[in-house]
């Protein structure tokens, strides 16, 4: 026959194991997901947004739109810091994806104004908008010929 502090002590031993298995598992740092890097986010953003005319490697090498009277192979955007004394041009990028080139009187936009784009998909949330643009523009720096 087993006595009552007996019977006790083996009642509470699932109880303390339970207990004891709660604070390691609170001890324990949760697992943590990698974080997506803004140069892998960029470049999800370039292959589905900009590589239809600018090339899967960004070398200009698509079709002209289809829109445009000019006909010139999209430019080279391996080469933006090269071509702004080896400098890459981040605030003019920026400025290009939220607000589009300046047009001649009269001309079609070329490139899509992609702030624009991105505003209407997100539904005018203005920080994602960014965000955006500024991992695509991270990405673009990133494929900068040497």
Known sequence: MISGITRKAILCCPLLGLV????AAQAKPAK???PTSSTA???RIYKRNCAVCHGNDGKGNGPPPASSPFKESPPDLTTLAK???GVF???YVKSVLR???SMP????????VWGVIFNAVI???QAKVAARIDDLTTYLESIQAK
């Not at 004891?20 to 604070?23: K, M, N």
């Open 20 to 23: 004891a298995s709660l604070c």
């Open 32 to 34: 943590q997901t990698k």
């Open 41 to 43: 986010v960029g470049a």
């Open 83 to 85: 071509r702004h004394d």
């Open 89 to 91: 041009p981040a605030s």
């Open 99 to 101: 607000s589009g080139v």
């Open 105 to 112: 009187d009269h001309g079609p936009a070329e490139m899509p």
């Open 123 to 125: 539904k005018s949330d």
